[in-house]
């Protein structure tokens, strides 16, 4: 029996759901579900709690990003690795991290990459493709930010005096959505604390001294 992380593999192009079915359990990890639909992926989440999810960009009823937004929001999400053959560009590695993900690999990586990837989210790190890390070096002038606007607009409020009800409330949301924000905010930032993830996103210069509150 698998002793790996559990997953959840979510890929709608059949053989190669098949093909990374077989890979992943060969190498270890506990598949716990297997699915080509947002809608189910979900129910899986839900139910089966695992570790992590693999997720395919394009399924059939709907966008991937869509879903990885809707895990991250939920009460003790999963690590995400998008596993993706959109083009690589700095945008894409941009547009995934801000939907909550800890990771995104391309398709045209090696099955070693791969297992490595998955390996390094379950661990609680992020992966980035090193095709996309060198996009990404060799645009310095498009930043990449890891939090969502929302999140970078809480820990701005955070940062000025705002407590978690003022921040609410200065929103029109409810607390418990505010901590949802901004226990995912700290787990991007790899912070222990809100007070360390306010200070881990000033000096990423995610959030700035001078941002309006």
Do not use: W
């Given at each position: 029996?698998?002793?790996?992380?559990?997953?959840?593999?979510?890929?709608?192009?059949?053989?190669?759901?098949?093909?990374?079915?077989?890979?992943?359990?060969?190498?270890?990890?506990?598949?716990?579900?297997?699915?080509?639909?947002?809608?189910?992926a979900h129910r899986m989440v839900g139910r089966r709690r695992p570790q992590v999810v693999v997720l395919d960009l394009d399924l059939r009823d709907g966008d991937g990003l869509e879903l990885a937004l809707t895990?991250?929001?939920?009460?003790?999400?999963?690590?995400?690795?998008?596993?993706?053959?959109?083009?690589?560009?700095?945008?894409?590695?941009?547009?995934?991290?801000?939907?909550?993900?800890?990771?995104?690999?391309?398709?045209?990586?090696?099955?070693?990459?791969?297992?490595?990837?998955?390996?390094?989210?379950a661990s609680g790190g992020r992966y980035v493709d090193p095709v996309l890390a060198r996009l990404a070096a060799i645009v310095p002038e498009e930043p990449v930010f890891v939090l969502s606007p929302r999140e970078?607009?809480?820990?701005?409020?955070?940062?000025?005096?705002?407590?978690?009800?003022?921040?609410?409330?200065?929103?029109?949301?409810?607390?418990?959505?505010?901590?949802?924000?901004?226990?995912?905010?700290?787990?991007?930032?790899?912070?222990?604390?809100?007070?360390?993830?306010?200070?881990?996103?000033?000096?990423?210069?995610?959030?700035?001294?001078?941002?309006?509150?």
């Open positions: 029996m698998s002793d790996g992380p559990t997953l959840v593999l979510v890929e709608d192009h059949l053989a190669l759901r098949r093909g990374l079915e077989m890979l992943l359990r060969s190498e270890g990890f506990s598949v716990i579900g297997v699915t080509d639909t947002a809608k189910e895990l991250a929001a939920g009460d003790r999400p999963p690590a995400v690795l998008v596993h993706t053959a959109a083009a690589a560009t700095p945008r894409l590695l941009e547009q995934v991290l801000e939907a909550g993900v800890s990771g995104v690999a391309l398709k045209t990586s090696t099955p070693h990459e791969l297992i490595s990837a998955i390996q390094t989210v970078r607009r809480i820990l701005t409020l955070l940062l000025h005096g705002a407590s978690g009800a003022e921040a609410a409330d200065a929103l029109g949301v409810t607390i418990e959505t505010v901590r949802t924000h901004v226990r995912n905010a700290s787990r991007k930032l790899g912070a222990r604390t809100r007070v360390n993830a306010v200070s881990e996103a000033v000096r990423r210069g995610e959030i700035v001294h001078d941002s309006p509150a």
